[in-house]
């Protein structure tokens, strides 16, 4: 069983940054691929960006240019580094592995889910 813990979220102006941790038990990490999805309220949660073992990443199309996936598996962690903040990011992101190399995009492409972490952009 993998558990994962997110961290990192808050309160912050349009424009602004903030960057999403999250921290993986277990001992393969590296071979995880890793997903940050976010869920807005009244809304479906929605793909935000992954990162394969190797680093290729994806993202979805509204955060391309502001938002950066990257991972240290030395530390077992994913991060999202999102910039450039707007009022529609507002949302509880959540971080998610799949244990192995696949299709990355969808909710059920994932095994393992952290509990979310709240991102509130004010205008």
């Known amino acids: 069983q993998v558990q994962l813990v997110e961290s990192g979220g808050g309160l912050v102006q349009a424009g602004g940054s903030l960057r999403l941790s999250c921290v993986a038990s277990?001992?393969?990490?590296?071979?995880?691929?890793m997903g940050w999805f976010r869920q807005a309220p009244g809304k479906e949660r929605e793909f935000v960006a992954a990162i394969r073992g190797g680093g290729s990443t994806y993202y979805a199309d509204s955060v391309k240019g502001r938002f950066t996936i990257s991972r240290d598996n030395a530390r077992n962690t994913a991060y999202l580094q999102m910039n450039s903040l707007k009022p529609e990011d507002t949302a509880v992101y959540y971080c998610?592995?799949?244990?192995?190399?696949?299709?990355?995009?969808?909710?059920?492409?994932?095994?393992?889910w952290g509990q979310g972490t709240q991102v509130t952009v004010s205008s």
């Open positions: 277990g001992r393969t990490f590296s071979s995880y691929v």
């Open positions: 998610a592995a799949r244990r192995v190399a696949g299709p990355n995009t969808r909710v059920y492409d994932y095994d393992y």
